[in-house]
């Protein structure tokens, strides 16, 4: 089955509102990444975050290991902010990293 | 800034021509990556290395050879490509295995 889930799949926002993502797994991991996708296709890192919280301006990531968690939260959404987020897990041991289908954001004028 | 650039960013091929994506890296990593990404699917890891001269067979290595002649530049080859192989490609490249990727542009690849 699926060991990483993100959701929701896709999301509409208007510009000045908060969104939170969220990608939830199934298995024991060491870290979790999360990537920006901008429309275009580049992939841009985020956060290398193996638990806990960080902050990067307006984005905050979150990871609870013992609840399977991660979230990512972005305050004050802008137009820029727009395009599909990526979670990635590395699996506990493994050494190998598994990518979530992605929340596509739009983030409305 | 780290950097990792990939050519060609854009590519039509035959099928059954021979395609080759390379990726050069300035981030002084060992480790180094090639994924694919076709909707629905996400990203799937085709072939890795963490050493030159060596490569190791990601999760859907089938039709695709990789290359890694320095530590620098890591190529993905497709000697037959095929219709099912028109997806769009990125090379990564980590410090330690599964480390904080940082991935390249991307090259978008359609076989006809």
């Known amino acids: 089955g699926q060991q990483v889930q993100q959701s929701p799949a896709s999301l509409v926002l208007q510009e000045g509102e908060n969104a939170e993502l969220q990608c939830n797994f199934s298995t024991s991991l060491n870290s979790m990444q999360w990537f920006y996708q901008r429309p275009g296709g580049s992939l841009v890192s985020l956060f290398y975050?193996?638990?806990g919280t960080k902050h990067s301006g307006r984005l905050t990531s979150t990871t609870v290991i013992k609840e399977r968690r991660s979230s990512l939260h972005i305050s004050s959404s802008q137009t820029t902010d727009s395009g599909t987020y990526l979670c990635a897990l590395e699996l506990y041991n493994q050494g190998k990293l598994i990518f979530g289908q992605g929340t596509k954001l739009s983030i409305k004028p | 800034e780290a950097a990792v650039t990939q050519s060609p960013r854009s590519k039509v091929a035959v099928t059954g021509g021979k395609v080759t994506l390379s990726c050069h890296q300035t981030?002084?990593?060992?480790?180094m990556y090639w994924y694919r990404q076709d909707t629905g699917h996400g990203l799937r890891l085709i072939h890795y290395?963490?050493?030159?001269?060596?490569?190791e067979k990601g999760d859907i290595p089938d039709g695709y050879k990789a290359s890694r002649p320095s530590q620098e530049n890591f190529s993905l080859i497709l000697e037959l490509a095929s219709l099912s192989q028109t997806a769009v490609y990125f090379c990564?490249?980590?410090?330690?295995?599964?480390?904080?990727?940082?991935f390249g542009e991307g090259s978008k690849l359609t076989v006809l």
């Open positions: 975050n193996p638990s």
């Open positions: 290395s963490y050493v030159a001269d060596s490569t």
């Open positions: 990564a490249s980590s410090l330690r295995e599964a480390g904080q990727l940082y």
């Open positions: 981030n002084n990593h060992d480790y």
